[in-house]
């Protein structure tokens, strides 16, 4: 399976009003827009579309959305292969700091500070590499909670490579559950956890949803983090809530910062409230308490 990709490559000005136009003219689910920084002045803008189409087609919708403006600009379209997938997003990127997180590729073990928590994570078929806002935005968010207090029952939602779950799991030297839908990132998720040294304490299951018996197990949860996209985590609202325990936190990611209101009300309805908003390269984490 491949998943089709356009890239433009603008100044930081145009980048951030083409983004505007192009999360506009593509609603939610049709493809996904971010914009960013890819070294000092020079931004990026990328559209993922769904594997229904084809790179040149999702290239022909971005130029009729951006209209007569589009003449001027450099337009690169290409289709990501699933197995590339990650092994393109950790192309020569540097280890990634996040609060007192840093993830990094194995090419990069002794550039990590000492007094970090290091996670090593190679390219693999899962997602979760750090390199993302979303991910980035959820290793921000555990820092500062994690500072806070203590969570004794941890659940990683969606956990790709166990990233978060192996931030949590080494800052706290505690258990967290680890699940994901897909069965390969499930395997991945483990063989990181040891890979990193937490094997003891990052249980990785393959769930395709809450009924699986693991959620009631080990739940309620005093910190749930999802890294999924809008929609589900609209969809997993009453479930979440319903594995949270009393004073617990929920930190969600994936969306982009359109869509936070829509993601917020589908909490607020199960009596759940926004603590604290970062926004990354047009995608929003949000931290949520009961
Ligand atoms: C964006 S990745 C996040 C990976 C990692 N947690 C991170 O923050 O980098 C989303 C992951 O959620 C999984 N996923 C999607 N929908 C899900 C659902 N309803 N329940 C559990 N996992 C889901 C996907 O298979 C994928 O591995």
């Given amino acids: 399976m491949s998943t089709p990709l356009v890239r433009l490559r603008l100044d930081e000005a145009t980048a951030k009003r083409v983004a505007d136009v192009l999360e506009d003219a593509f609603p939610f689910g049709e493809a996904s827009v971010s914009a960013f920084e890819t070294a000092k002045d020079e931004w990026a803008v990328e559209v993922y579309g769904g594997p229904d189409a084809t790179a040149e087609e999702l290239a022909a919708a971005l130029r009729e959305a951006l ?17 590339d997938w990650v092994a393109k997003s950790l192309e020569g990127l540097a280890p990634v700091p996040a609060g007192r997180f840093v993830v990094y590729g194995s090419h990069d073990r002794d550039k ?3 007094d970090a928590i290091g996670i090593e994570i190679e390219a693999a078929l899962a997602f979760g590499t750090g390199h993302h806002g979303t991910t980035r935005g959820c290793l921000l968010a555990l ?11 941890v659940l990683d939602l969606g956990a790709g490579t166990a990233v978060l779950a192996i931030a949590v799991a080494l800052a706290q030297r505690g258990p967290v559950l680890a699940t994901d839908i897909d069965e390969m990132s499930v395997q ?6 040891e890979a990193n040294g937490a094997g003891a304490f990052v249980e990785a299951v393959h769930a ?13 949860f005093d910190l749930i983090v999802a ?16 594995h949270l325990a009393e004073d617990g936190r929920v930190v969600l990611s994936g969306l982009m910062t359109h869509e936070e209101e829509r993601v917020l009300d589908a909490y607020r309805a199960q009596g759940l409230n926004l603590v604290v908003a970062r926004q990354l390269e047009g995608w929003s984490t949000l931290v949520l308490a009961a």
């Fill in 208 to 220: 395709t949803g809450f009924d699986h018996p693991v959620f009631a197990e080990r739940g309620p």
């Fill in 227 to 242: 890294n999924i996209l809008a929609g589900p985590l609209v969809e997993l609202a009453p479930d979440v809530k319903r």
């Fill in 143 to 153: 820092d500062e909670l994690l500072t806070e207090r203590r969570f004794e029952r």
């Fill in 112 to 114: 990590i500070p000492a």
């Fill in 188 to 193: 991945i998720a483990a063989e990181n956890a």
């Fill in 67 to 83: 209209g007569p403006e589009s003449a001027g600009l450099r337009i690169e379209a290409d289709a990501i292969e699933e197995a």
